[in-house]
């Protein structure tokens, strides 16, 4: 009888698509063969990349994650209270979120983010960079830290093209600031609101 390891590296390939990801994440330590096929990044689509400090961003240089579908930010929160609670990120200030926007950029397949909804960073983030990412999400909830620069751009490029498939529009001042043809245009495109 045969090695299973005699197989075509493509058709091990496809036994590795197969499994679920318990089982994969054993397959890949079962020897040097698999765990180079493991690499491959469609095995990985359904990973969900947790960035909970400025170390973590490195992790989408590993091969296997290039094709990853969603991000989670977590981070230590701290309290503020005004005349309404607010939660404000400790480790993702003004700077460090304009990077992580980076990073994201450079995973095309990234359709889901969470985790920022917290982060008044988000408004120091370069117009151009924010739509970029944001507008290639399938969900969006406009985070109530977005600048009316930001808006317009965002709302602009919406109305000509947009992956976005669910947008909330909840507790966010610059709404006002779209011209209402474009926020039509760019609602039309939606699936749902």
């Known amino acids: 009888m045969n090695h299973i390891n005699g197989l075509p ?8 698509e197969l499994l679920g990801p318990k089982d994969l994440k054993t397959a890949v330590q079962v020897c040097q063969l698999w765990r180079e096929l493991g690499e491959d990044p469609r095995l990985w689509t359904w990973a969900v990349l947790r960035i909970g400090t400025l170390k973590d961003l490195q992790k989408v240089n590993i091969e296997r994650l290039r094709m990853l579908q969603e991000i989670k930010v977590s981070h230590e929160c701290t309290y503020v209270c005004h005349w309404f609670d607010i939660v404000e990120c400790i480790w993702l200030n ?21 985790g920022l909804d917290s982060c008044h960073g988000v408004s120091c983030v370069d117009p151009q960079l924010l739509v970029s990412v944001i507008n290639r999400l399938e969900e969006l909830i406009l985070w109530r830290y977005l600048t009316s620069e930001q808006m317009e ?7 000509e093209n947009t992956n976005v498939k669910a ?11 779209i011209i209402p043809v474009v926020f039509a245009a760019a609602i039309s495109n939606n699936v749902e609101v």
């Open 153 to 159: 751009l965002l709302f602009t490029v919406m109305a």
């Open 9 to 16: 590296r493509e058709m091990l390939l496809h036994i590795l």
């Open 94 to 114: 003004k700077s460090k979120v304009n990077e992580l926007f980076k990073v994201i950029l450079k995973i095309p397949t990234v359709t889901r983010i969470s």
């Open 167 to 177: 947008l909330e529009v909840s507790d966010q001042p610059h709404v006002s600031v």
